[in-house]
């Protein structure tokens, strides 16, 4: 086996190891109540109106959402 290859498997099994270790199902999403969900507070009131209302014209015309 060369290097390389086994780089390469070193690189597989850690991100195996951590996959493992940290699964997508473990971490908490919190509950999705509006078109703008500003959990930490930092967007101003008026600007969060106005991304809300963009995102729901685009919706209307579309029918897509948008998820960051």
Known sequence: MTAR???????????LSFVWAFPAWALE?????GRVNDLAGMVP?????????????YEAKTGAQVVP
């Open 45 to 57: 009131a008026e600007v969060a109106a106005r991304i809300d209302s963009k995102l729901a014209a």
């Open 29 to 33: 999403v919190p509950f999705l109540s």
């Open 5 to 15: 290859a086994t780089r390469r498997r070193l690189a597989a099994l850690a991100v």
